[in-house]
């Protein structure tokens, strides 16, 4: 079967960094997707990690452990708007499109 | 440069009765998968259309079906409505099946009553 594991909500300040975890158990692993959701809208890519280690994409950084079954997403000089939803997925064979996600993490940046 | 569309927006229907659901793929996409996400959970895979055929299928029950057209646009059909069903219907579209690439379509919000 497939479990994901996330924090249901975290709040952080504006500015500050937060770290988001995900924790998995998969049948299959060929990659874990990191999307951002804002409230009524569609997910939006943000990652896609295959290997282990920490990729960097300017404020956003997504690290891996797959012998852990343990990503976290790194988000530096909070702003307002990233205040939404963030999703882990895992994608357990070739096909995309066949993702499981986690019920997200809900984030608030406060002033 | 279209994204994935998707329509109605919004939509009322009463337990018992049929909906159907359209998505048009982001240009050069030719594979339409579609989740059904609802509120406070993450989005659950219901199946993936390819070539016009139905190439994966999540653990949803037979009142779920669809269809994509040689356009590669995509419908979602769900019959006999359960309260249950209430939910946002997101369409994703990617280019080919093993691409990571996947872009989601706004999502269609589906009340049930």
């Known amino acids: 079967g497939q479990n994901i594991d996330q924090p249901t909500e975290m709040t952080a300040t504006e500015g500050a960094i937060v770290q988001i975890n995900c924790t998995y158990q998969?049948?299959?692993?060929?990659?874990l997707f990191w999307y951002q959701q804002h409230a009524g809208e569609a997910p939006t890519f943000l990652s896609y990690n295959v290997l282990d280690g920490l990729e960097e994409k300017g404020r956003f950084s997504s690290f891996l452990s797959r012998s852990k079954g343990y990503s976290y997403l790194l988000l530096k000089e909070l702003q307002m708007k990233d205040s939404a939803s963030y999703l882990c997925a895992v994608r357990s064979n070739t096909n995309a499109g066949k993702s499981t996600f986690g019920d997200g993490t809900t984030l608030t940046v406060k002033p | 440069d279209a994204g994935v569309t998707q329509s109605p927006t919004h939509l009322i229907k009463t337990r018992g009765q049929q909906v159907t659901l359209r998505c048009s793929p982001k240009s050069g996409h030719d594979t339409v998968s579609w989740y059904q996400q609802a509120l406070g959970q993450g989005p659950q895979f219901i199946f993936q259309y390819y070539e016009e055929e139905e190439r994966q299928r999540g653990n949803f029950p037979d009142r779920f079906s669809g269809h994509q057209f040689p356009n590669y646009s995509s419908e979602l059909n769900v019959n006999a409505l359960l309260l249950g069903d209430s939910a946002l219907y997101l369409c994703a579209s990617s280019p080919g099946t093993t691409s990571y690439e996947q872009y989601f379509g706004p999502g269609t919000r589906l009340t049930v009553t």
């Open positions: 998969t049948s299959g692993f060929n990659g």
